[in-house]
């Protein structure tokens, strides 16, 4: 009988689940029609961007000094990786950040302010916020201040395809640098980590440990996989979010202080660039990210609209291990450039096919500057790398072309005191934690001796206005709602392995 | 979907295929010549290429030498391991079954990954030792051109191949070799120094590790895990090639590089090789390890396992351990943070999972490389209808748990011909379609959530809310108790004994007129509903479902854990799950990081494995039996025999019965 009952239960799961697989087939089937190589149409508001390409660029390099807590620079530190440049700006006309360069290109004020004090500026400088930090805390408890000592936390992709430590090593050096000098109105700066190992569920436990440790914010994050969801997740607990990558989340809500531009403006950027360089037939790729598709959608409108039609548009995982079956799609379509918004990594295997292939056509790709990854871009092609000539847009100072400029002279070598071993890896996005980490610290300052809590903190960080971090972003200001404070880029050009800044700041939105 | 395919591109992607077979290849040689001299499937020869691999990169990109140098350290550096492992944790296996010494190389491989991760780094940021250019040549016909180096790695696996061939064939020390092979006992009283060739192969196919280690590198990924899943991938061919022909083992791998490569002319979906790929695992173990086959003879009698019955136990005792360890479970908790109690909730829920092998593995014998493949059915379902349609949580848990038991009775259907080895070999294919198709972005979204995570919030029961840590916590308790007792009476029933009796002996089981597959297949279908009922609780534990939660990786450590603390028992699954979530916790508290973690547990496998085949619990258990004697209930009964090792008896020890 039991037997009998066995047989009938499984052949009932069988079936059920044979059911399952239809589902499966049914649905692979109808995605591989709907993923044939057609390119997105879709359309979002770009900005326009008209002007012809190679026209005189400039380079922002501020003259002003950091407004840094430490203001002792010391010299002599330059980049070891094969992609450093002596410490050299680029040549031709300098001017300011800001300076408005090109017809139909925004530009933000570069009217440099004390930093973190209201101004009269007409920026809001309202303290309230729509969502009270206070609310999700203990009562009369102050998460993440305890015995002197402020804790935030951060979550990073630790292990797995990405690798985000360089990211937490930025921010704990800077905290190190402002702890070695006394720390900020006598207390010291201490960073929880997490790794968020390049998966969703795991950034979302990682945000319940810190939320459970009570950290008092979290600054200078990047998890590529979990910063989606998890921004929500912990903006609506109270928990303040300083930096991050620039995904869409970071700018829907009030206790988000993000540090960087969004990539759907990073989007926009790089496929109004494309106009500009004159990129044609190009094949793209996408890294295969749960905020990727606004960024999608700007790229593909921007180059749009700068009369551009990609050829074929591929999706890939951080994990693809091999390029070749991609290019070999791209040049089977006719493809005559590359544009492309992977992870540094990803980028080095890329290129690695292209070289295989002996294909060489323009390239152009977001965050492409990073020391140890253009070593990989350049490794085993000998003179016909595709990183050489290749061009990209970065939303902080090209850190490898403004060594001498003091505040990235400052940023490398704290680094290079405190994590030697990160110093090759430093790339735009552990930039962008460095300018949060600063950020943090100057509102931890404006604090002054009321009590450090979430509350303050947020306030504090609203009042901030036309913050100069030494001219690594243009300012920075916040204040009440959502907050979107950066939209600027400059163009890089890679010139034999070298990185070169070519434009000045050149903003959207 | 054909008619939207490229075929223009088939020439090329032919090229991709067989480039892709020759590193397929050469990651299967080495793998082959061991397991054919001395009939262990070496889980952890991927984890020698990399890490040899990692010696090369040391040698040659970090300190600057040229790039031969880098390799000769690699070899050196993966025979020595090969050695190391042969010599002091194979060699004192012997006469034991192959499972354990296959349990012994995932120790090594959990070892050699951690290790490799903790010295260079877990992430893909290192650049490969190029021996050979990466420009290469226009493949007449086409207009791909192959590299150098890819060149290079297809000639090198073919003359590892032959070479190895002829050496086995024409030598008088291959010719030793193959007498080991086919019997060490034998080959002994010829006068053969068994165990010095036995270290000879361990060498010569780990320093051909190395080599393959070295040369592929620069088409993947360069960390601790891919080369290593690299290698996985290669058992196929080396199934193919029956575990001991090396040149069709080179011929299978060119078909598997292929079959592997053309899905993607008409998909975008790069998991659609590897959906091929599972195909064939399926076809080559139904075809040439069908019952009957010699080969599978040979492992079967090596394999032979016996599952005794349970011993009786000094009853009030034990039930004042139990309650005792019910109200620790219930009062501890309430001291602790709602972190913590979300971390206890956690490891009651993996210790279902734990408990699910204790069906499977503990009872039956059958092991299993994906529990959290089944685990995946349940929480996915989950998370599908409750995140994305709205669902109650209670009846698409139910759903998620009838689904798990349906694909565990799916697998288990061509698991009722395979045992031992081939059985591992194919949980870790499935475990491999679910990680690189079914749950990959771009197949199902609708189930898996594609890149992005499920999110749901956790239910009421019984009008009570579970949304508080310890109220949920206490839930997963009430769950994991119910299973465990429900496991235990199981253990105890008259379907027990015929599940043990299946283990002990198949063919005598069917002979007393046990329904061996109905059972084998209730067995993986009760295993796998245990494993979707933890992944469906899982869901709502963390409030988010996602696939990177449920990989291969995840089944490895779990099977892992299982052994080290006794797959036999029950009572390993709590101590199974507390050990697997806190382990790495308690290690952020020490100057270590929780990267150390599957180094830790890597050890203990292979050291326990070695002392204490039987686990922890159960020697645990074993010690508090004698500690605490039950009553004899007739004074002349004899004491009851002591509980054998879960893997396999001493040859010398076992009863001289064979499967066929």
Not at chain 2, 87 to 109: E, M, Q
Request: charged share 10%; with cysteine; hydrophobic share 45%.
């Amino acid at each position: 009988m039991r037997e009998r009952v066995a047989i009938v239960f499984m052949t009932l799961n069988v079936v059920a689940t044979l059911g399952l697989g239809a589902a499966i087939a049914y649905e692979f089937g109808h995605l591989g029609r709907a993923t044939a190589s057609a390119p997105a149409t879709a359309s979002v508001e770009g900005q326009a961007y008209t002007s012809s390409p190679g026209s005189s660029s400039v380079t922002g390099t501020p003259s002003s000094g950091s407004a840094s807590p430490a203001q002792a620079v010391s010299s002599g530190a330059t980049l070891g990786g094969p992609t450093a440049s002596s410490a050299n700006t680029s040549s031709g006309t300098k001017t300011r950040p800001g300076t408005k360069t090109r017809p139909g290109t925004k530009t933000r004020p570069g009217t440099k302010t004390s930093s973190g004090k209201p101004t009269s500026s007409g920026a809001p400088t309202s303290t309230g916020t729509t969502a009270s930090p206070a609310t999700t805390t203990t009562q009369g408890a102050q998460p993440g201040v305890s015995g002197g000592v402020i804790t935030v936390g951060g979550i990073y992709d630790e292990t797995g395809p990405v690798d985000a430590t360089v990211e937490r090593d930025t921010v704990r050096s800077y905290f190190n640098l402002v702890n070695a000098q006394g720390g900020v109105n006598g207390h010291k700066l201490q960073l929880i980590d997490c790794d968020s190992k390049y998966d969703p569920s795991s950034a979302h436990q990682c945000a319940q440990k810190l939320i459970s440790e009570g950290v008092l914010a979290i600054v200078g994050w990047l998890s590529l996989s979990g910063e989606q969801s998890e921004a929500k997740f912990l903006t609506d607990q109270g928990v303040p979010i300083i930096g991050g990558l620039g995904v869409p989340a970071e700018y829907a809500s009030p206790l988000s202080y993000p540090t960087t531009p969004s990539l759907v403006t990073a989007g926009t950027a790089l496929g109004t660039h494309a106009g500009q360089m004159g990129l044609k037939k190009p094949g793209v790729i996408f890294l295969n990210a749960n905020f990727i598709q606004p960024v999608k959608d700007s790229l593909l409108a921007a180059m749009k609209k700068q009369g551009i039609t990609p050829v074929d548009v591929e999706q890939v995982d951080a994990t693809k291990a091999d390029y070749t079956d991609i290019v070999l799609k791209f040049q089977a379509n006719g493809a005559q450039s590359v544009a492309a918004f992977v992870d540094p990594f990803s980028y080095a295997r890329l290129f690695q096919a292209m070289a295989r292939q002996n294909w060489h056509p323009p390239v152009l790709g977001g965050g492409l500057d990073k020391a140890s990854a253009n070593a990989q871009y350049a490794s085993g092609c000998g003179s016909s790398c595709a990183v050489f000539g290749a061009d990209s847009a970065t939303p902080v100072l090209e850190y490898l072309d403004h060594q001498s400029t003091p505040a990235i002279a400052q940023y490398l070598n704290t680094v290079h005191t405190y994590y030697p071993g990160q110093y090759g890896q430093l790339d735009a996005y552990s930039t962008y934690q460095w300018v949060a980490a600063q950020v943090f610290v100057q509102a931890i300052k404006d604090i002054g001796n009321a009590p450090v809590n979430r509350q303050s903190l947020v306030s504090a960080l609203n009042n901030l206005h036309n913050y100069d971090n030494g001219g690594i972003t243009p300012p920075i200001s916040y204040g009440a709602g959502n907050h979107d404070p950066l939209h600027c880029f400059q163009w890089i050009h890679n010139s034999n392995g070298q990185w070169k800044t070519t434009s000045g700041w050149n903003c959207f939105g | 979907m054909l008619a939207s395919a490229n075929w223009g591109l088939l020439p090329g992607y032919t090229v991709i295929g067989i480039t892709l077979g020759g590193i397929y290849a050469l990651a299967a040689i080495g793998l082959v010549l061991i397991y054919r001299v001395s009939g262990v499937l070496n889980f952890a020869q991927g984890a020698v290429s990399m890490f040899s691999a990692f010696i090369a990169y040391q040698v040659s990109i970090v300190m600057g030498y040229p790039a031969v140098v880098g390799l000769l350290a690699a070899i050196v550096a993966g025979g020595a391991i090969g050695y190391v492992i042969e010599r002091f944790t194979i060699r004192p296996l012997a006469g034991r079954s192959a499972l354990n010494k296959v349990v012994v190389t995932i120790g090594w491989l959990l070892v050699l990954q951690t290790a490799a991760g903790l010295i260079w780094g877990q992430t893909a940021y290192h650049r490969p030792v190029l021996l050979v250019s990466i420009h290469g040549f226009t493949f007449p016909g086409t207009s791909v051109v192959v590299g150098w180096d890819e060149f290079t790695t297809i000639v090198v696996a073919l003359g590892l191949a032959f070479g190895t061939a002829a050496v086995l064939r024409w030598t008088t020390f291959g010719t030793s070799m193959r007498a080991v092979a086919d019997d060490p006992v034998a080959a002994q009283l010829w006068g053969i120094n068994v165990n010095r060739v036995m270290a000879v192969s361990w060498v010569a196919g780990s320093a051909m590790g190395a080599i393959a280690g070295v040369l592929i590198t620069p088409r993947i990924n360069f960390d601790p895990i891919s080369l290593t899943l690299v290698v996985i991938d290669a058992f196929t061919a080396a199934l193919i090639g029956r575990l001991t022909s090396l040149p069709w083992t080179v011929v299978g791998a060119m078909f598997l590089g292929l079959a592997e490569t053309y899905p993607r002319i008409f998909s975008s979906n790069a998991g659609a090789g590897h959906a091929v790929t599972f195909a064939l695992v399926l076809l080559t173990l139904a075809i040439l390890f069908r019952p009957g086959a010699r080969l599978r003879q040979r492992i079967s009698v090596a394999a032979r396992e016996y599952a005794p019955v349970p011993a009786a136990d000094n009853v009030p005792v034990r039930r004042a351990v139990v309650g005792i360890s019910v109200g620790i479970g219930i009062v501890v908790p309430l001291l602790l943070s709602s972190y913590y109690q979300s971390l206890a909730a956690y490891s009651l829920i993996v210790g279902l999972i734990v408990l699910s092998l204790v069906v499977l593995t503990g009872l039956v014998g059958q092991i299993s490389f994906c529990q959290y493949s089944f685990a995946a059915i349940g929480a996915f379902t989950v998370g599908s209808l409750v995140g994305g349609h709205g669902w109650s949580f209670w009846p698409a848990l139910i759903l998620g748990v009838v689904f798990s038991i349906g694909v565990g009775v799916l697998v288990g259907i061509p698991a009722l011909r395979l045992s031992g080895l081939f059985l591992a070999i194919l949980t870790i294919a499935v475990a491999l379609f679910f990680d690189k198709f079914l749950l990959a972005p771009g197949t199902w979204d609708s189930f898996s959530g594609g890149v992005s995570s499920w999110t749901l919030g956790r239910p009421s029961f019984l009008g009570i809310s579970l949304a508080g840590a310890y109220a949920f916590y206490l839930f997963t308790l009430g769950v994991f108790l119910v299973a465990v007792l429900a496991v235990w009476n199981l253990s105890r029933s008259k379907t027990g004994r015929m599940l043990r009796a299946i283990r002990n002996s198949e063919i005598a089981a069917a002979t007393s007129g046990v329904n061996v597959t109905a059972w084998k297949l209730t067995a993986f279908g009760v295993s796998a509903g245990l494993a979707g009922l933890a992944g469906g609780l899982l869901a709502p534990a963390i409030g988010s479902v996602s696939a990177g939660a449920f990989g291969f990786q995840q089944s490895l450590a779990v099977a892992a854990i299982a052994i080290v603390v006794g797959v036999r028992s029950v009572g390993a699954a709590a101590v199974g799950g507390i050990f697997l979530i806190f382990g790495p916790e308690l290690l952020t508290h020490t100057p270590l990081s929780t990267l150390w973690f599957p180094l830790i547990v890597g050890s203990i496998l292979i050291v326990q494995v070695i002392l204490t085949p039987q686990g922890v619990v159960p020697d645990w258990q074993e010690r508090f039996r004698r500690r605490f004697p039950p009553a004899p209930r007739f004074p002349d009964t004899p004491e009851p025999a002591p509980a054998e090792p879960l893997l396999g008896l001493a040859a010398a020890e076992a009863p001289t019965m064979v499967k066929v």
